[in-house]
């Protein structure tokens, strides 16, 4: 069975940091390794949005709002996926999950900022901004 257990989220003031975590197990002997493994975030009301992907190869990418203050990366060694967040922001508060895509099989380049190319989810991490 394949899981995604993340850290608690945090409360922090603004311009402050957080990272969370997100520890993947049971994947290996059923999917191998994901081409990709992202951090979204949900807003209350709003649909689940991509914040930073990293692929198999370590390349990373991230949604414009975040470039420069978040960091995402991977400890494959623990199955460790990370998202370091820095110079935070009220409107960055949201419900956070971690995700990856073990398993897909496709004949094209993903957008792994995408929600539809994950199919595997963390449980969310609540993460507050305050002013």
């Known amino acids: 069975q394949v899981k995604m257990v993340q850290s608690e989220g945090g409360s922090v003031q603004a311009g402050g940091s957080l990272r969370l975590s997100c520890v993947s197990s049971g994947y290996k002997i059923i999917h191998g390794d994901p081409y990709c493994m992202s951090w979204f975030r949900e807003f209350p009301g709003k649909q689940r949005e991509g914040v930073a992907t990293?692929?198999?190869?370590?390349?990373?990418d991230y949604t414009d709002s975040v470039k420069g203050r978040f960091t995402i990366s991977r400890d494959s060694a623990n199955d460790t996926l990370y998202l370091q967040m820095n110079s935070l922001r009220p409107e960055d508060t949201a419900m956070y999950y971690c995700?990856?895509?073990?398993?897909?099989?496709?004949?094209?380049?993903?957008?792994?900022?995408?929600?539809?190319?994950?199919?595997?989810w963390g449980q969310g991490a609540q993460v507050t901004v305050s002013s």
């Open positions: 995700a990856a895509d073990f398993g897909r099989r496709r004949a094209y380049v993903p957008n792994c900022l995408r929600r539809s190319e994950m199919n595997y």
């Open positions: 990293i692929l198999i190869g370590g390349d990373t």
